[in-house]
């Protein structure tokens, strides 16, 4: 199993392009798979009127509408192009979630992206989730704040666009037959990844359920993996140890900064930490069959004990309980064989602690 790691710098770029690159390099660095941003226009996103969420008004120190804190911290057009140059140049892919129409067909037409990433906020969002679909793009899901028929009803969405052709007309019973067709069950195990998240910042580890991971992969037969929004690494290398394909874990180049994510990130040298528990875990979690490691073979004779003789024994001297004892090394006849060698007769004489020969 390889995992595929997501370095979530999301807006820890706080609208800077230099530091937006310098979290490239930060991911790069720490051997992620995918740095990952977030791609919006704030108009598109959230009404004049929304408010900030309780972690984002902590982080951010101020009363400020939600509208107001997102166009600060908006990437241009020209800011992305240069984001996934710099990708190119360290050799990670680039990932983005698009929070609006224009912003998927910005990631899709204009930059070419080989994947899309739908945030938890958006599970319920018909249109968003119908034209991502409709790209015909692998998919990374995330749940957050979801219950398994808000799951079923996206994935439904997903399945109806990506088997549909542009004449069909969406509804809920349309998109409740897609998912219950044989092609829409093959083309979401082909396209789509689920992420099982706890929509907090940062998560307490109480709430992080990762059980909820044997669920999502038993119920929906698909690829699951974890956005964690929890503080450090353990419960990130748990999921891997679960079955996680996917982690996505937030990055920042200094948690004290300003903005919504920082303080539920990890710096560039805890992201490596993670990074090489991952690979660590992944490689430990073997093939499941139970058989004696290479490594270990060379331990058996050593570890395990052989049929000894307790006392002098003469031939033709049962061997009994008393007489008879198990020590290390293991070369000689197993101590598996303990039982069936008790009141058999001797084959020839033999001294206190000598190996019992066959």
């Not at 199993?1 to 807006?11: K, L, Y």
């Not at 990844?193 to 929509?199: E, F, K, N, S």
């Not at 999921?239 to 300003?258: F, M, N, W």
């Amino acid at each position: 199993m390889t995992v595929f790691v997501i370095a979530e710098a999301g807006v820890n770029h706080n609208g800077q392009v230099d530091m937006a690159l310098r979290l490239v390099d930060a991911a790069a660095a720490a051997g992620a798979d995918a740095v990952k941003f977030q791609t919006f226009r704030a108009e598109a996103l959230a009404a004049p009127g929304a408010p900030m969420a309780a972690y984002q008004n902590r982080t951010m120190g101020n009363d400020e509408s939600q509208l107001a804190m997102l166009r600060a911290l908006e990437l241009s057009t020209d800011a992305h192009r240069a984001v996934v140059e710099r990708c190119c140049q360290r050799q990670i892919r680039f990932l983005s979630t698009p929070f609006d129409l224009g912003s998927l067909d910005f990631l899709v037409r204009d930059l070419a992206v080989d994947r899309l990433k739908i945030g938890s906020g958006d599970l319920t969002n018909a249109p968003l989730l119908l034209a991502a679909s409709r790209s015909g793009l692998p998919i990374i899901l995330s749940t957050g704040m979801a219950t398994m028929e808000e799951i079923a009803a996206a994935l439904g969405i997903l399945a109806f666009g990506y088997i549909s052709d542009r004449g069909w007309q969406p509804s809920r019973p349309a998109f409740s037959e897609a998912f219950a067709s044989p092609a829409g069950t093959r083309v979401l195990k082909e396209k789509v990844t689920l992420l099982h998240c706890t929509t907090e910042y940062p998560a307490p580890p109480e709430e992080a359920n990762l059980r909820a991971l044997l669920s999502l992969r038993q119920a929906f037969d698909l690829a699951v993996g974890f956005s964690d929004h929890t503080a450090g690494i353990a419960v990130a290398t748990a999921a891997v140890a679960l079955g996680a394909v996917t982690i996505e874990k937030h990055l920042t180049l200094d948690r004290s900064l300003k903005g919504p994510d920082h303080a539920a990130s990890l710096e560039p040298g805890e992201f490596k930490a993670l990074v090489d528990a991952v690979r660590t875990i992944e490689v430990a979690l073997g093939d499941g069959e139970k058989r004696p490691a290479p490594s270990e073979i060379k331990n058996k004779v050593v570890a395990r004990k052989s049929l000894v003789a307790r006392t002098r024994i003469a031939k033709g001297e049962r061997f009994t309980a008393e007489n008879l004892g198990t020590l290390r090394p293991g070369n000689g006849v197993s101590a598996l064989d303990y039982f069936d060698w008790l009141d058999r007769p001797a084959n020839r004489d033999y001294a206190p602690g000598e190996a019992i020969s066959s």
